[in-house]
């Protein structure tokens, strides 16, 4: 069994930052890749972020390049995703993913486990 917890989310004002991290614990995983999402209300759950196995590849959904970085720790298997210029828009549930693939991933279904999220609201 593995667990994904999520922190750091909260309020912030528009322009503020925020970094959010996920550990994991339970069964020890290698070489793989982990991710970031986020569900607004009355949407789908979307991608933000992906980050492969070794931290060489990144990928990012257009709405928060530039202003968004995912980062990890590999022997913990701990990721975060530093949140900077933060928008209206940004606000959702933000969850953290475990994908058994070692390349990134943007897709929900490439991804195996997760955490129950962590709420971040931008207020204008």
């Known amino acids: 069994q593995v667990q994904l917890v999520e922190s750091g989310g909260g309020l912030v004002q528009v322009g503020g930052s925020l970094r959010l991290s996920c550990t994991t614990s339970?069964?020890?995983?290698?070489?793989?890749?982990m991710g970031w999402f986020r569900q607004a209300p009355g949407k789908e759950r979307e991608f933000v972020a992906a980050?492969?196995?070794?931290?060489?590849?990144?990928n990012y959904a257009e709405s928060v390049k530039g202003r968004f970085t995912i980062s990890r720790e590999s022997p913990k298997n701990t990721v975060y995703l530093q949140m900077n210029s933060l928008k209206p828009e940004d606000t959702a549930v933000y969850y953290c993913?475990?994908?058994?693939?070692?390349?990134?991933?943007?897709?929900?279904?490439?991804?195996?486990?997760w955490g129950q999220g962590t709420q971040v609201t931008v207020s204008s």
């Open positions: 339970g069964r020890t995983f290698t070489s793989i890749a």
């Open positions: 980050i492969s196995w070794n931290g060489s590849r990144l």
């Open positions: 993913a475990l994908s058994l693939r070692q390349s990134i991933a943007s897709m929900t279904h490439d991804y195996s486990y």
